[in-house]
């Protein structure tokens, strides 16, 4: 009996004794590697270092955004008692200022890993880092910081709060190139998870982002900022735009929007204080189109400064169209069409033209275009193809109509006419550089194309030096500096409708007018007094103006005495600025299309119209209007019509209309 036992437990014994030497020869030998690799991993556990977002600096390295290197700190739950926790707080408590019992409860309340306090300023990270205790970690955590809150908030974007990641503006741009590499350490831990020493050899340093060099310049921006804000808080308005370029090389030189926000905080303001409008929104130019439309014919030697144009006392029948200026003229010269901004006479000037080579000088100038500057989310604007012009388009787009365009586009097409007649690519990065200064990329002035001849150019510059000296533009005058620019009032369209009460005024300029080094261009959205661009816009130009020669003086290298009655000038600056509403002077013109309730001899021509877009109850009006019968399937807005723009309309016509609700996309080939 005993023997049998025996035998047994021997037997038991063998077995598990085999087992053993198995277990152990797979251990050491036949998975020797993959066992090596868990005790490593086990024993040398790697830890995520987060690299350092790279700074972004204006022309002057003036830092505009940078990186604060915080510290968060974590307690594992699992590997503290009682006694540890009350450690913790203890020394947390007395150097963050909070109650013991703060942190005690909250790491007790905790389950695994619970963070105690996040995004710890380093001066006070580097004193708790001294205490080392079981269960105690710490992490960098970075904050993003703008020295210079909201200032070209705009153009530098945000970042995520959670990630880091760039959102809006350069940061989103160039959101690879700032983010930099993260590196990692390597540290050796005992069984308990203790560090005890870090593996040099295969820990890796992170590499910080690179740094965005603008080609910004931060005194210019302030000074914009400053005048926009003035501007609204003086004039009323929803918003208001402004952009300094360079003419003669396409740098952007300071771009804002107002109202504005803060990119540190940029959860608390609303999308629509973060839109930058600049090269999102689009409007209809009015008058500002003017001076490219005189350009055109110009280059095309289709008129002569001293020939005359009957302006009809400011009323003209056109194609069935009533055109009006808001001042009565008779006879004037080709330069004072442009002065007196008058849209009788350039409607007359640009029946010189034909379509096609208008409109192909208009796309030269880039509209319905990207300006591709390196900023995300621009708008393209609209300009129609020349088979979807009416009779009246050209017309109507000589002085501002029936196009829309951007800001920047516009700034862009401006300074073309100004430096010599070459479209340049507008760029806001200067140079990409790596720590070392060693620079990744530059971005050099890119000549796009050649839209007018020199000779042009020079006539333009004159003619719009006029325009602020004697024309619509005098509260834009500077004492010592000769000005050239153009104003524009656009009337918003308000429910489908003209509105004859909300505008959109603005003005673009460009100084010292021998040689331009700055175009300035502002708008104002809606302004409740003055309301138009003269008012308006052209002293905001003027105030901003002044500010910048002051600040700069290679702006205007040489001042010359300009021959004028100054006293005569101070005295009609003030009194532009002063001028009530109603007033009924010239520099009041107003590039006008009366809201369509009010307006049915618009519709009284010979041609069929453009109704894409319109709602279906406008496009009736429209054609019963001009005796033209229809049919309409469907409802909400109209997306085709059977009878294209512009065709000539025969008695008995028959337009059909399909309508879709506005909620759909309509087809891009029938909307241009």
Request: glycine share 6%.
């Amino acid at each position: 009996m005993i023997n049998s036992r025996a035998l047994i437990i021997t037997g038991i014994l063998f077995s598990v004794l085999i087992i053993l030497v198995i277990k152990l020869f797979t251990i050491q030998i036949t998975k020797h590697e993959y066992y090596t690799r868990i005790a490593e991993t086990q024993q040398y556990k790697p830890q995520i270092v987060k690299a350092e977002r790279g700074l972004i600096k204006d022309v002057n390295g003036e830092v505009l955004s940078y990186t604060l290197s915080n510290v968060s700190f974590f307690v594992d739950r699992r590997m503290v008692d009682n006694k540890k926790i009350d450690a913790i707080a203890k020394v947390f408590a007395k150097e963050m200022g909070k109650a013991k019992s703060y942190y005690f409860n909250k790491i007790k309340s905790g389950s695994k890993i619970i963070c105690i306090e996040s995004k710890v300023p380093m001066d006070q990270a580097i004193r708790l880092k001294k205490f080392v205790i079981d269960g105690l970690t710490h992490q960098e955590d970075f904050s993003r910081v703008y020295p210079y809150g909201n200032s070209a908030a705009h153009i530098l974007g945000y970042v995520d709060k959670k990630n880091g990641t760039g959102i809006e503006g350069i940061e989103k741009k160039y959101n690879q190139e700032l983010t930099g590499t993260n590196g990692y350490f390597v540290y050796e831990r005992d069984v308990f998870g203790r560090i005890l020493s870090i593996d040099e050899n295969t820990s890796r340093l992170p590499q910080s982002g690179s740094t965005i060099y603008l080609t910004v310049n931060k005194n210019y921006q302030k000074i914009l900022e400053e005048e926009l804000t003035k501007g609204l808080e003086k004039f009323g308005g929803k918003s208001a735009v402004g952009i300094i370029m360079n003419p003669n090389t396409g740098e952007i030189l300071a771009l804002a929007n107002s109202p504005n926000y803060d990119p540190a905080s940029y959860n608390l303001s609303e999308a629509e204080s973060r839109r930058n409008r600049a090269i999102v929104d689009t409007y209809e130019p009015g008058s500002t189109m003017k001076s490219i439309t005189m350009a055109v014919l110009y280059d095309q030697k289709l008129v002569e400064e001293n020939e005359t144009v009957d302006t009809e006392n400011g009323i003209f029948k056109y194609k069935g169209v009533t055109i009006k200026d808001s001042h009565k003229n008779g006879i004037l010269t080709v330069r004072g069409v442009l002065e007196q901004s008058s849209n009788i006479g350039m409607a007359k000037l640009v029946e010189r033209l034909d379509t096609e080579t208008f409109y192909k000088y208009l796309r030269d100038f880039g509209f319905s275009n990207k300006a591709s500057i390196d900023l995300p989310s621009e708008a393209e604007g609209t300009l129609k193809l020349p088979k979807y012009f009416t009779g009246i388009s050209k017309a109507f787009m000589s002085y501002g109509y029936e196009l829309s365009v951007t800001p920047l586009q516009m700034t862009a097409a401006f300074s073309a006419l100004v430096n010599g007649g070459v479209l340049y690519q507008p760029y806001i990065t200067k140079t990409i550089t790596d720590q070392k200064g060693n620079i990744l990329k530059e971005n050099q002035p890119e000549k796009i194309r050649n839209v007018i001849s020199a000779e042009t150019s020079k006539k333009i510059r004159d003619l719009m030096v006029g325009v602020v000296e004697r024309g619509s533009g005098t509260a834009a005058m500077l004492p010592n500096v000769l000005v050239g620019g153009k104003t524009g009032t656009t009337q918003r369209l308000v429910n489908n409708n003209y509105s004859s009460s909300s505008h959109v005024s603005s003005f673009i300029g460009f100084f010292p007018a021998e040689k331009p080094s700055v175009v300035v261009y502002v708008l104002v959205n809606s302004p409740t007094i003055g309301r138009y661009g003269g008012l308006v816009a052209a002293p905001i130009f003027h105030e901003t103006a002044k500010r910048l020669i002051e600040s700069d003086a290679n702006l205007v290298k040489d001042k010359k005495p300009i021959k004028r009655d100054n006293k005569l000038m101070e005295q009609l600056i003030a009194d532009l600025r002063n001028a009530p509403k109603s007033s009924k002077r010239s520099y009041l013109n107003v590039a006008e299309k009366k809201a369509v309730n009010d307006r049915m001899e618009y519709y009284k021509s010979d041609t069929m119209p453009n109704l894409t877009d319109k709602s279906v109850r406008d496009a009736i009006a429209q054609l019963n209007a001009m005796k033209v019968k229809f049919k309409v399937n469907g409802f909400g807005k109209v997306v085709w019509q059977s009878i294209e723009p512009g065709v000539p309309i025969n008695p008995g016509t028959v337009c059909t209309l399909k309508c879709e609700p506005a909620n759909k996309k309509v087809r891009q080939d029938i909307t241009e």
